[in-house]
């Protein structure tokens, strides 16, 4: 039965799009089908998979978008590249700003994405959408879309208000619009464990939210490794196979395969 994760926190910069990679990678070098989806028009998930400049990308998730609205058929194939690490992408641009607006005006606004996802589900073990910085209507279709959500957070801040916001938002999400979404976990990232300071954030994120929501027992360090990788177009276990990072996301990808067992 297929999964469907979505990466999201509004703050910019906590490591979604790196978490995306790096566990669908590490999902697919467990042997499990997975499509990744860019569901930013930053377009960085497709540019650190190495695929090319996205804003010169022709079909991207807002070209399926549309014709989905337009209620064209789906081919299932449409848009979609094959990375040479094992999985299987569609990519973002700069076009799912232009598609967010045209969204304000359709009915079931947010339900759009969720019609591309049930297509797919049958063709994939997991699906992950990295999501832009925003609760936008683009990340609300994304969780409408999904089975799970997982957080990842910036450790060097104090993320609790910023948290409470996004939480918020999810239990709206399940309320309203879909019942069997669940928070996959928090996941702590770019953690510095020379400092105390990490520690304390962490410690603190245990202590606000460990009771009621999980959070991963795996840790993501702080590295000059994951800039690196994605600046290559690969992910953490094609450019240092054995490097912390690495063995963090492998850590990241046993949790996600156990289901919190
Ligand atoms: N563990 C890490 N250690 C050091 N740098 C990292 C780590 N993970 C990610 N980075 C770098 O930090 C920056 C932000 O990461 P990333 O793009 O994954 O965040 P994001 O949450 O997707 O950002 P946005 O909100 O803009 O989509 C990138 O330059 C990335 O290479
Ligand atoms: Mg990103």
Redesign the pocket.
């Known amino acids: 039965m297929c999964k469907v994760i979505s990466i999201a926190?509004q703050?910019?910069?906590?490591?979604?799009?790196?978490?995306?990679v790096n566990l669908g990678i590490g999902l697919a070098r467990e042997g499990k089908k997975v499509l990744l989806i860019d569901a930013?028009p930053?377009g960085?998930l497709s540019a650190?998979l190495g695929i090319g400049e996205p804003d010169e990308i022709k079909t991207t998730l807002a070209t399926i978008l549309m014709n989905i609205v337009n209620e064209n058929n789906i081919d299932p194939e449409e848009g979609i590249y094959h990375h040479e690490e094992g999985v299987d992408l569609l990519p973002g641009n700069i076009e799912l700003s232009v598609m967010e607006l045209t969204l304000a005006n359709v009915m079931s606004r947010e339900m759009i994405m969720r019609e591309y996802i049930e297509i797919q589900r049958e063709r994939y073990d997991y699906i992950i959408i990295?999501c832009?910085?925003s609760l936008g209507t683009m990340t609300i279709n994304a969780l409408v879309a999904s089975d799970s959500v997982l957080i990842?957070v910036q450790a060097a801040y104090l993320p609790v208000k910023g948290l409470q916001q996004l939480i918020k938002t999810i239990s709206m999400v399940k309320r309203r619009l879909n019942r069997r979404l669940t928070i996959e976990g928090i996941l702590l990232?770019?953690v510095d464990f020379r400092t105390n300071y990490a520690k304390d954030v962490s410690s603190k994120v245990r202590e606000t939210y460990g009771t009621n929501i999980p959070i991963f027992e795996s840790v993501?360090?702080?590295?000059?490794?994951?800039?690196e990788a994605?600046?290559e177009g690969i992910s953490i276990y094609g450019h240092c196979a054995n490097c912390k990072?690495a063995t963090a996301y492998k850590e990241l990808t046993k949790e996600v395969l156990n289901d919190g067992k």
């Open positions: 926190n703050k910019g910069g906590v490591g979604k799009t790196t978490t995306a930013d930053q960085s650190s990295d832009m910085p990842p990232t770019m993501i360090p702080v590295s000059v490794k994951a800039a994605s600046a990072v």
